[in-house]
């Protein structure tokens, strides 16, 4: 059965600064893996969607990537933004079609 | 432009009444699910339906129910709403089993007194 885990839960940084987001996996099998942005109170929004057979994908300032080997994806962030405060989720289906499994977020507070 | 809409927003009951959230979207997706989402536990798959008549259990489904009827709607009701209902449930829709974009409703945060 496919697990989801991102550690840290919560990571506070100063504007500008470059961060790393993890999320780790353990079916190595992986479809594909999917990353989110939740601001409070609302619904989760779409970032990034990488395919088994990519490395990475980048959008903007965003830039995620897939290891399936070491069981790994990263979300990189360039010159964090106040605006990026939000909590970020990955997500990854159990097998191929299927329902995503979530992992319980990293809450990214930015400072100016 | 397309979308996914929830109702209602925000509802209270009470122990043991039915309840019943609505889920509709535009973009036409054979896919769509059900979720909850609690501190401490994150988000949590109901139910979900890869189309018309065809409805499956998640992770966490005792005590609710769906049905689809259609494309665009896939309503969640709670039977006899219980107090470990109360929660904030999302909706969300992809457009086929093998692409992997998932779009999301704003929530209904249900309390159940």
């Known amino acids: 059965k496919q697990e989801v885990t991102q550690i840290p839960a919560a990571l506070s940084v100063p504007e500008g600064e470059n961060l790393v987001l993890n999320c780790s996996f353990t079916?190595?099998?992986?479809?594909?893996l999917q990353w989110f942005r939740q601001d409070p109170g609302k619904g989760l929004t779409s970032l990034l969607l990488?395919?088994?057979?990519?490395r990475e994908q980048t959008s903007g300032r965003l830039n995620a990537s897939l290891d399936k080997s070491s069981g790994r994806s990263t979300l990189y962030i360039a010159a964090s933004q106040p605006g990026d405060s939000a909590t970020y989720l990955c997500a990854s289906p159990q097998q191929a079609g299927t329902a995503l499994i979530f992992g319980k977020g990293t809450t990214l507070s930015v400072s100016s | 432009d397309a979308e996914i809409t929830q109702s209602p927003r925000h509802k209270i009951t009470e122990t043991g009444r039915q309840v019943t959230l609505a889920c509709h979207q535009t973009w036409n997706h054979n896919n769509m699910f059900w979720y909850r989402q609690d501190l401490g536990h994150g988000l949590r798959l109901i139910h979900y339906?890869?189309?018309?008549?065809?409805?499956n259990k998640g992770e966490v489904s005792d005590g609710y129910s769906v049905s689809r009827s259609n494309t665009e709607d896939l309503p969640l009701t709670l039977e006899s709403a219980a107090s470990s209902q109360t929660s904030v449930y999302f909706c969300a829709s992809s457009v086929g089993a093998d692409t992997g974009e998932l779009f999301f409703g704003e929530g209904s945060r249900l309390t159940v007194l």
């Open positions: 079916d190595s099998a992986i479809y594909n």
């Open positions: 339906s890869y189309g018309v008549q065809d409805t």
């Open positions: 990488i395919q088994s057979s990519q």
